[in-house]
């Protein structure tokens, strides 16, 4: 009798176990956005990926905003130690993959649509293994931060012999500080938290963000002038371990792949959305707005480029063919 209790209880306990073994896995997924859908574009993101995900598999889908588990920075190393599963960066990602500094050359889109063909072909492909096979961070797909903007407070810039003078806080990255004095301007780099108290005291005349981010946070408020020159176009990565992602199942493995493509483009839309509603908002509200032709649009490339892939280049080392790859692929697209 005492056997069968034994038994039995080794017997509970074993299933148990394999109950336990067999749990469905959880998904952290961490970003810097705010969490509403409406006007946030990795907010957006992350709401339809857990939609899908938790819809069509066992897995569970845990978010995580407003840099709630820290910054891009830290998002990145933790998906690669895997205490965070996820996570959807933009300019962090160049930190342990340096090739993808390339896309951050100016004036290299002229378009969001253009800059779509070149990161769902063969160029986003490829530039995905190579980051893989150095960081551990498999990128499931592209999302879009916007293309970036400078305005002032001093005077209206159509060319950049406008910005000669001009103090443009930028972010604390090489390759901003050389795009602003390769176009004449006085590059300042500054905390983002410190931006709104430098340009109402004038430490700095004007900055550069999208335009949803220019509206969003009050910026049109404290500058009178705005170029849309879309000067650097900016690209969400969506990025998951590859180790947690190689343990699943191919079936799980396939979902989330599908899921972080339409993340990507419900992400892409809502930025789209801010930018085309962001113009029309600061326009309202007396920012005056210009956009560039062609001509002066290629002037602005003729003189920000050579110093950013110089500089590119040197920090790239062998690496550097990454630029002529971003090149043609570009080239190929425009084609379209």
């Known amino acids: 009798m005492k056997r069968s209790i034994i038994a039995w209880g080794m017997a509970g306990a074993l299933s148990l176990f394999s109950v336990t073994a067999m749990a469905a896995p959880t998904i952290k997924l961490g970003h810097v956005d705010p969490a509403e859908w409406q006007n946030s574009k990795k907010g957006a993101a992350g709401v339809i990926f857990k939609n899908i995900v938790e819809g069509e598999t066992d897995i569970t889908v845990e978010l995580f905003p407003a840099k709630a588990l820290g910054d891009e920075t830290d998002l990145v190393q933790q998906v690669q130690e895997g205490t965070t599963t996820m ?9 342990v993959c340096k090739p993808a500094d390339v896309l951050n050359i100016p004036y290299t889109f002229s378009s969001a649509t253009v800059a779509w063909d070149v990161l769902d072909g063969p160029f986003g492909d490829e530039l995905a293994d ?3 096979k150095k960081t551990g961070l498999r990128t499931l797909a592209y999302g879009e931060t916007g293309f970036r903007n400078f305005s002032n407070n001093v005077r209206e810039i159509k060319s950049p012999a406008d910005m000669k003078g001009l103090k443009f806080r930028v972010m604390p990255i090489p390759l901003y500080v050389e795009m602003v004095k390769g176009l004449g301007g006085e590059p300042t780099p500054i905390a983002w938290s410190e931006l709104p108290n430098a340009l109402s005291t004038g430490v700095v005349d004007g900055q550069e963000n ?36 190689s343990s699943l199942p191919e079936n799980d493995q396939a979902i989330i792949k599908k899921a972080a493509r339409v993340a990507g483009v419900m992400g892409r839309a809502i930025q789209q959305f801010n930018t085309a509603e962001g113009v029309t908002k600061v326009a309202a509200e007396g920012m005056q707005v210009y956009s560039p032709t062609a001509d002066e649009l290629a002037e602005f490339k003729k003189l920000a480029q050579p110093a950013v892939r110089e500089w590119l280049a040197g920090e790239l080392g062998d690496d550097a063919v990454w630029i002529d790859k971003l090149d043609a692929a570009v080239a190929e697209a425009t084609k379209k």
Not at 87 to 95: F, L, R
Not at 218 to 237: E, S
């Open 87 to 95: 996570a959807i960066v933009s300019g962090a990602m160049a930190k």
């Open 210 to 245: 999208p335009v949803g981010v220019i509206y969003n946070n009050n910026l049109h408020k404290l500058q009178k002038y705005l170029i849309l020159d879309g000067h650097v176009y900016g690209a969400d990565f969506i990025v998951i371990n590859d180790e947690f992602f």
């Open 130 to 132: 190579y980051c893989l």
